[in-house]
């Protein structure tokens, strides 16, 4: 399998987690290889805040997360194994699929999303 075809494969299956919150979120963004979605809350600076995305970079697949910015506490729920995917504050990278850090990311970003419902942001 190539990098192109195992990409595919992993981003696939990271929109597919990020999916599941479309009908709550709005999807700014839904192309091959970019998957983006918003809340309906207008910050200061007139933009919508941004929950979460799913990219295919040169040499990954991000999924970005960006309740983990905005609560840090969730950091606190990590386990070391999907820590060593993360880059910056709010994004995991991925080559290839790995179903058990995929289950974890998929509780966490529903953690993140009733974080956000908490915060009135949804």
């Known amino acids: 399998m190539t990098n192109i075809e195992t990409f595919a494969a992993v981003f696939d299956r990271l929109k597919q987690i990020a999916q599941r919150y479309a009908d709550k ?8 290889g970019n998957y983006y979605l918003d809340t309906n809350y207008i910050r200061d600076n007139e933009r919508a805040l941004f929950f979460g995305a799913v990219q295919v970079k040169k040499y990954y697949v991000s999924y ?31 080559r290839s699929v790995n179903e058990e850090l995929f289950k974890e990311l998929a509780e966490l970003s529903d953690r993140g999303l009733a974080k956000y419902q908490e915060a009135g942001y949804i």
């Open 25 to 32: 979120l709005i999807v700014s963004k839904d192309s091959p």
């Open 64 to 94: 970005h997360l960006m309740p983990l910015y905005v609560f840090p506490e969730l950091k606190e729920t990590i386990s070391p194994q999907l820590k060593k995917r993360m880059q910056g504050k709010a994004c995991f990278n991925f």
